[in-house]
């Protein structure tokens, strides 16, 4: 498995300031030492093409469809009253994981696994670019996380241990499906998310479907500005409900360790139309910007290490079981 690296972060990451994002099929798809990142998913198509024939096609858009007819500003403003109380179950991170054993994501184009597997090889991804505790030879996109990411100290261990903890949480929330917590419909769980309260941008994937969101015809809601003002910054703006922001509750409320860089990448991840599209930018604030670059850096693990490549769950949980130590208490409310 390798990961592409935009070639503006390999030096030093930091230069990422001036980075122009290209269209994906624009990108230099190379990293440092000429590993290449995937083309095609484990269906044989490029990644996140929605309107591809495949075996998944229909099942995603249907998801879509009901995802945007129902996201809609008062059901996100109820849910995170809802499930930021943290009142249903206590258990740790690695419990959660497991329970992911059951879950498929139907808002996926490029996987069918069930997400423990995913969790995994988003995590393991880093670990088979830089497979030895030699860390000396990592490149400039480590250096730049370390230096951007890290507020305790000089160590490249640390910085490393961090990115591979982020990338295995990143998708925790989605035991929001389960029945312990209300089984929500995926649509109000998985897919990727936008901002409600404000007009659906047309990079949203299959933004078509919006048409029937109340919202959509609602003035209060359907300008480019809606509720909010220019620079208001993304913490003030709602965003679609589903496992990024429910997953950004559970680390603050329960006080992880994680620094914010970190939660913002949680909460946005699934944020296509601004960390692809540099769409809604006029929403953002001056740390969101700063924060942006990072996440750019780390939606490639996210997506391109999705494949049928199976992970020994058992092998590997004793590291994860260390890092998860590390940023958490051992039982969370969620
Ligand atoms: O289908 C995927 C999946 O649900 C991911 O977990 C989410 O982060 C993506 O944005 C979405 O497109
Ligand atoms: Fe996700
Ligand atoms: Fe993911």
Request: proline share 4%; glycine share 4%.
């Amino acid at each position: 498995m390798t990961i592409l690296i935009h070639e503006q972060y390999s030096e030093f990451g930091v230069e990422a300031e001036e980075t122009k994002v290209l269209p994906i099929d624009e990108e230099e798809l190379v990293l440092d030492n000429g590993f290449v990142v995937p083309q095609i998913n484990s269906f044989g198509h490029t990644f996140r093409d929605y309107d591809a024939e495949s075996q998944r096609q229909e099942g995603v858009e249907n998801f879509y469809l009901t995802n945007h007819i129902n996201q809609t500003y008062d059901f996100v403003k109820k849910m995170r009253e809802k499930y930021g109380k943290l009142d249903r179950v206590e258990m740790s991170i690695w419990e959660c994981c497991e329970l992911l054993n059951e879950v498929v994501d139907e808002s996926d184009p490029d996987l069918d696994e069930p997400q423990i597997e995913h969790l995994l090889q988003t995590a393991e991804a880093i670990r088979k670019d830089y497979p030895t505790e030699d860390w000396l030879h990592l490149t400039g996109l480590i250096h730049g996380i370390f230096s951007f990411l890290i507020p305790y100290g000089n160590e490249v261990l640390e910085a490393v241990k961090l990115i591979r903890f982020l990338l295995f949480a990143l998708d925790l929330g989605k035991v929001l499906l389960l029945p312990s917590f209300g089984e929500l419909p995926q649509w109000a769980v998985v897919g990727d998310t936008y901002p409600v309260g404000c007009a659906f941008d047309e990079s949203i994937v299959h933004h078509k479907h919006f048409k029937e969101n109340p919202d959509y015809s609602n003035p209060a809601y359907n300008t480019e500005y809606g509720v909010y003002s220019e620079g208001c910054g993304l913490n003030n703006v709602l965003m679609s409900w589903g496992h990024d922001d429910y997953m950004y509750l559970v680390a603050k409320e329960n006080k992880t360790t994680l620094p914010s860089a970190a939660l913002f990448i949680i909460r946005y991840h699934s944020f296509y139309a601004l960390h692809r599209s540099r769409a809604y930018k006029h929403l953002m604030n001056q740390e969101d910007v700063e924060n942006l670059k990072w996440l750019q850096i780390f939606n490639k693990y996210d997506l391109y290490s999705k494949s049928k490549v199976r992970v020994d769950v058992e092998k590997v949980k004793p590291y994860y079981l260390s890092l998860i130590e590390k940023y958490f208490p051992v039982k969370l409310k969620w």
